[in-house]
C-alpha cells in the first residue's frame, strides 16, 4: 500500500452538475477525512468516518454535499448542483491514530 | 477552538536552522500541539506533535513553552525540500479532525 489515492486527480464541470469523488485510504485505516482547501488557504474540514459511520460534518457541509463510506473502506463525496464556489481542491486523509496521512486531492473546477 | 498564531512567511539559508513560532494563548491544558506541512501540489504531511514535553523525530524538533501559550518548530539544518507552508494547530484529545490556519509560507534559499 503506497498511501491515500484520490481519484480523479482534476475535474472540470460545468455549473450545475453533480460530480463525484473517491478517495481509497490506506488500508488499516479505520478514520477517513475529507478536507477543501481552496488557493492560499489552509485546508478546511468537511467530515470524517469512523469505519463506516459518519462522526462529524462541518457547518461548511451544505446540504449539496454528501459523503460515504460503505463497509468502512472508500469513501464518495458528492456534490449535487456545482456551484463556482465549489472550485477547490477536495482533499481526502486517513489516520488509525494521531497521524493523518493526506491524499494527492482533486482539484476541482466548475465553470 | 483555541487559535495559533504564526508568522506568514519565514525565509532561511539551505543547511541553516529554522525556528518556526506559533503562539497559541488560549490552549486548554489537554490541547495538543500537531505540526504539519505542505509541500507545493502536495496534500498536507505530518511533522510532529507534542503535549507538554519537547518532542524531537527525523524530521524536527518541537520545543513547547513552560506555560504552553506558544511553541516553536525547529527545523536543524534546512533543505531545499523543506520549502513549503507549515501548519500549527491545536486539537483536544478525541478530536481528531484538524482545523488549519494559513501557516507560515518557509522559503528556502540556495
Known amino acids: 500500500d503506497t498511501g491515500v489515492s484520490q481519484d480523479p486527480r482534476h475535474k472540470i464541470t460545468k455549473r450545475g452538475q453533480n460530480v463525484t469523488f473517491r478517495c481509497d485510504p490506506i488500508?488499516?485505516?479505520?478514520?477517513l477525512y475529507w478536507y477543501r482547501q481552496t488557493l492560499g488557504q489552509g485546508p478546511e474540514f468537511l467530515t470524517y468516518?469512523?469505519?463506516?459511520?459518519?462522526?462529524?460534518k462541518s457547518r461548511l457541509l451544505s446540504d449539496r454535499f454528501s459523503a460515504e463510506r460503505p463497509k468502512g473502506s472508500f469513501s464518495t463525496l458528492e456534490i449535487q448542483r456545482t456551484e463556482q464556489g465549489d472550485s477547490a481542491m477536495y482533499l481526502c486523509?486517513?489516520?488509525?491514530?494521531?497521524?493523518?496521512?493526506f491524499g494527492p486531492g482533486t482539484r476541482l473546477t466548475v465553470l | 477552538d483555541a487559535k495559533t498564531t504564526q508568522p506568514n512567511s519565514m525565509e532561511s539559508n539551505e543547511e541553516e536552522p529554522v525556528h518556526l513560532p506559533c503562539n497559541h494563548s488560549t490552549i486548554s491544558g489537554t490541547d495538543y500541539i500537531h505540526w504539519y506541512r505542505q509541500l507545493p501540489s502536495q496534500g498536507p504531511e505530518y511533522v510532529i506533535h507534542?503535549?507538554?514535553s519537547n518532542v524531537n523525530n527525523r524530521m524536527a524538533s518541537l520545543a513547547i513553552a513552560e506555560d504552553r501559550k506558544s511553541s516553536t518548530l525547529i527545523l536543524h539544518r534546512a533543505t531545499l525540500r523543506d520549502a513549503a507552508v507549515y501548519y500549527c494547530i491545536l486539537s483536544p484529545p478525541n478530536d481528531y479532525k484538524l482545523s488549519f490556519g494559513a501557516g507560515t509560507t518557509v522559503t528556502v534559499r540556495a
Open positions: 488500508s488499516e485505516h479505520n478514520r
Open positions: 486523509a486517513s489516520s488509525s491514530s494521531y497521524e493523518q496521512f
Open positions: 468516518f469512523q469505519n463506516e459511520a459518519q462522526l462529524e
Open positions: 507534542g503535549l507538554t
